[in-house]
């Protein structure tokens, strides 16, 4: 009778117990897992995420997270390149260069970048004209202000071949002067 009893005690308490693991693997199902993916059509996109107190800058990922976590996503600028932030496009629709992700869905979200500054327009006015040409042959012959051209490696390099020369100074002559509509080459 004793071993009865004890045996049916045993049984009980497996049943409970598998109750419990059942219900506790029902949870996170119920919780669900979801994956975000950020684009970047610029190879060198760079995010920081921030989850709670974690902050973490990461290139354009592809991960999972549990449902309902919060994240703010920031893209970092990057000085070195011709490009700044234009826009979010996707899942979230913004113009803030920091948004807000609820993870309560799959996403995929893109960033997308403009020009810094216009090709030619060394003294940064919005307009290309002669003034820039001054002041690209002033920077070839090394007769300009350090102070100035800390910018300029961004919009002077019209053929885009790495270097700043006599072939973009025609080039940009060329633009001013009407014969070309574009540097591209
Ligand atoms: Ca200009
Ligand atoms: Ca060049």
């Known amino acids: 009778m004793k071993r009865f009893f004890l045996f049916f005690i045993m049984s009980i308490t497996f049943v409970c117990l598998s109750g419990i693991f059942v219900w506790a693997d029902s ?3 119920n919780k669900g897992i979801y994956s ?7 190879a060198s996109g760079v995010y920081m995420i921030k989850e709670g107190d974690n902050t973490e800058m990461v290139n354009a990922i592809n991960r999972n997270y549990i449902a309902g976590t919060v994240l703010e996503i920031t893209v970092v600028p990057i000085p070195s390149i ?4 234009d826009k979010w496009t996707g899942s979230v629709e913004s113009s803030d260069s920091t948004i807000i992700v609820v993870m309560d869905s799959d996403k ?10 216009k090709l030619g327009d060394l003294n940064r006015d ?6 820039d040409y001054i002041l690209l042959r002033r920077y070839i012959l090394k007769t300009i202000d350090d102070s100035d051209i800390h910018f300029i490696n961004h919009v002077a390099d019209l053929n885009g071949d790495g270097e700043i020369n006599s072939t973009d100074a025609v080039l940009l002559r060329r633009y001013i002067l009407g014969q070309i509509n574009t540097f591209k080459h």
């Open 36 to 42: 975000l993916e950020l684009r970047c059509p610029m």
């Open 27 to 29: 949870e996170n199902e």
């Open 82 to 85: 011709n490009l700044v932030f």
């Open 108 to 117: 995929v979200i893109t960033s997308h970048h403009k020009e810094r500054y």
């Open 126 to 131: 919005g307009v290309i004209d002669s003034t």
